[in-house]
């Protein structure tokens, strides 16, 4: 597929502020366009899941669906690539409409791949699994728009939230502000009105809810929820 950068870029909004991204994984996959138009107006960013079956136990979805979703919404497309090899289908991704990547640091190739996406015109952002230290992302800080700290083990919807990631978000927001960097820090597993305030107050400013959004009957009152208790939350 083509290689060239996207040339309407969707606004991501500030470095820092609050957003919630509902997951895709947990829609229903056989309207997906539907669950998207109906959650559209209470999400800032639109989070898509991509497994490989290979990094991860699990196989989801693949550009031809990024850029089917793309004619439908306008939404920030955030896309998580839990992949061996991002690097062979970054450019499509970007062809499809993708506005920002994640990568995960421990497949590593981590200069090269950002290098990529930058030269795709995609914002950068890199990834860590629960037991993946701090000091892992430390030397990409001001390279990235986004740091994404698990708070489960990537590959399927539906687990539950490891507070153990805290310190760990606590520790990437200090160095951030320390830099005084433009970088958004995401979690991503088990959010929920319960564990979003927490990690919003161990500093983290994108939240990705899956199963609390798209299995809540009504999702767009589940993502406001969110919203509401991540904005209620005590400072660090
Ligand atoms: C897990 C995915 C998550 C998942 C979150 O591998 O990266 O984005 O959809 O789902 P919930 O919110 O159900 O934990
Ligand atoms: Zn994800």
Not at 57 to 84: E, K, Q, W, Y
Request: hydrophobic share 45%; proline share 8%; with cysteine.
């Amino acid at each position: 597929m083509d290689q060239r950068p996207t040339t309407q870029a969707r606004d991501p909004g500030r470095a820092g502020d609050l957003r919630i991204a509902p997951s895709l994984l947990s829609a229903d996959f056989g309207m997906l366009a539907e669950q998207v138009g109906e959650v559209a107006p209470a999400a800032d960013w639109l989070h898509v899941d991509v497994m490989d079956g290979h990094f991860v136990p699990n196989v989801t979805i693949g550009p031809p669906v990024v850029a089917s979703l793309r004619r439908h919404t306008p939404l920030f497309f955030d896309c998580h690539l839990m992949m061996t090899d991002p690097d062979r289908y970054l450019g499509d991704f970007a062809s499809a409409g993708a506005d920002g990547c994640t990568v995960h640091v421990e497949v590593g190739r981590t200069d090269e791949l950002i290098a990529q996406m930058r030269a795709l015109g995609l914002r950068a952002g890199l990834a860590l699994n629960p037991d993946t230290p701090f000091e892992a992302v430390r030397p990409y800080l001001r390279q990235v728009d986004l740091v994404l700290c698990m708070t489960v083990f990537p590959g399927f919807g539906g687990q539950s939230f490891i507070a153990d990631v805290m310190p760990k978000v606590t520790q990437v927001r200090a160095a951030v502000e320390e830099g005084s960097l433009p970088v958004d820090i995401e979690v991503d597993g088990g959010i929920d009105i319960t564990t979003a305030p927490t990690a919003a107050s161990a500093g983290a400013n994108v939240l990705v809810a899956g199963t609390a959004i798209f299995g809540h009957e009504r999702p767009w009152d589940a993502a406001e929820a969110i919203r509401s208790a991540a904005r209620d939350a005590p400072p660090r």
